[in-house]
């Protein structure tokens, strides 16, 4: 795991997602998936770029398939944006940096997104 990246499982997910000071940004992913390992090197970046302020987290879906049903996770990568314990922004699929950058941009600053 990167060294900005937390790995989170179902036992953990509650304590350091939902309950987490900040926002907690979590990438749904499984090792099989093609786009998942796109997705991979491009939130290890944001993770450093954002380190003290937005926790980036990522969840195997298949070796933690109760979260990932509890939250409707149907297709990966799907990385999903938490804030005081509920999803408020997200991406389906493979993104480049600058979208996640936007959308975490966003976020700090207290701007609602469009279309959501």
Same mark, same amino acid.
Request: glycine fraction near 10%; hydrophobic fraction near 45%; charge should be negative.
């Given at each position: 795991?990167?060294? &900005?990246?937390? @790995?989170?499982? /179902?036992? *953990? ?8 000071? !900040? ?16 997705? $991979?090197?491009?939130? @290890?970046?944001? =993770?450093?770029?954002?380190? +003290?302020?937005? *926790? ?5 879906? /298949? ?8 939250? +409707? ?10 804030? !005081? $314990? @509920? ?5 389906? +699929?493979? =993104?480049?940096?600058? &979208?996640?950058?936007?959308?975490? /941009?966003? &976020?700090?600053? !207290?701007?609602?997104? @469009? !279309?959501?």
């Amino acid at each position: 795991m990167a060294e &900005h990246i937390k @790995e989170v499982t /179902d036992a *953990t997910f509650e304590q350091a997602v939902l309950k987490a000071e !900040g926002p907690v940004l979590v990438d749904f992913w499984a090792p099989w998936c093609g786009p998942c390992r796109m997705v $991979g090197p491009v939130l @290890e970046k944001v =993770a450093a770029q954002y380190a +003290g302020r937005v *926790t980036v987290a990522k969840m195997n879906v /298949d070796e933690n398939q109760q979260t990932a049903m509890r939250y +409707g996770i149907r297709s990966i990568p799907t990385v999903a944006l938490f804030r !005081g $314990g @509920e999803v408020v922004d997200g991406v389906l +699929g493979a =993104a480049p940096a600058q &979208h996640f950058t936007k959308m975490l /941009d966003d &976020h700090l600053a !207290g701007v609602a997104p @469009e !279309g959501n």
